[in-house]
């Protein structure tokens, strides 16, 4: 599968079907308790100063741009589809959405924390996307991306064409510059976060299971 074919609208209305039915604030909600796992998972992980000026790449409908907006962050929340855009910017107004591609991009916009859920998988070059990413980056700020390891549940999706080890990850940090690359594995707590944030929770596993979100997560500092 290339990637060319996210951004295609009638692509992406079949591929988010896997993921959203109706584009409600109901919906929306579930994703919000989803990702305070992400959360609270990740900014235990993190330097606590200068980050500000926040990018994410591959937003979706900005569940987690809302949970960085809160914080207090400048947050440019970004993916390769229109399509999807378009439902996210229906359901927070108060977010800035664009468009971007991290494979072809040439702002010269810099930023403190830049973040990436489950997209370099997808791409057809993410060794140039890391590059891209490192280029973005204020000197200090760090790039948190998640990505899965090999495994029979990731390799099984057409739509993961770059799926590797951590190792690979790791190296491919190195040579795009970053000076300190660390990885965990991480498992979330399956179903429960539909009915409460509270019951939304990462712990440093690494689960081969039908059905369990285990995926590999890397914090790089420029």
């Known amino acids: 599968m290339s990637n060319s074919t996210h951004g295609e609208v009638s692509f992406d209305k079949e591929y988010y079907r896997r993921f959203f039915k109706s584009y409600n604030q109901e919906e929306f909600k579930i994703y919000e308790n989803w990702f305070r796992g992400w959360e609270k998972f990740i900014f235990d992980r993190i330097y606590k100063n200068g980050q500000e000026n926040v990018l994410e790449i591959g937003c979706s409908i900005g569940a987690f741009s809302k949970i960085l907006k809160a914080k207090g962050l400048d947050v440019t929340a970004t993916d390769i589809s ?14 800035n959405f664009e468009f971007f591609d991290i494979e072809k991009t040439k702002s010269d916009q810099k930023y ?3 973040f990436a859920f489950e997209v370099f998988e997808h791409l057809n070059d993410p ?3 890391l590059s891209n990413v490192y280029r973005l980056l204020n000197n200090g700020g760090q790039f948190i991306f998640s990505t899965p390891f090999p ?4 390799l099984a999706d057409p739509t993961h064409i770059n799926v590797h080890k951590p190792s690979w990850w790791l190296q491919a940090g190195r040579k795009a510059g ?4 660390t990885h965990t594995y991480v498992t979330f707590v399956p179903l429960l976060y539909r009915y409460s944030q509270f019951l939304s929770w990462g ?7 039908p059905y369990i ?3 590999s997560m890397f914090f790089f500092k420029k």
């Not at 495994?151 to 990731?154: D, E, P, R, T």
Request: glycine share 0%.
């Open 151 to 154: 495994s029979k549940q990731s």
């Open 213 to 215: 979100n285990s995926t």
């Open 203 to 209: 712990f440093p596993l690494k689960l081969d299971l």
């Open 178 to 181: 970053f000076k300190k690359r």
């Open 82 to 95: 229109e399509y999807i855009l378009s439902k996210a910017k229906k359901l927070q107004k108060d977010i």
């Open 112 to 114: 403190d924390l830049i």
């Open 127 to 129: 060794k140039k996307a």
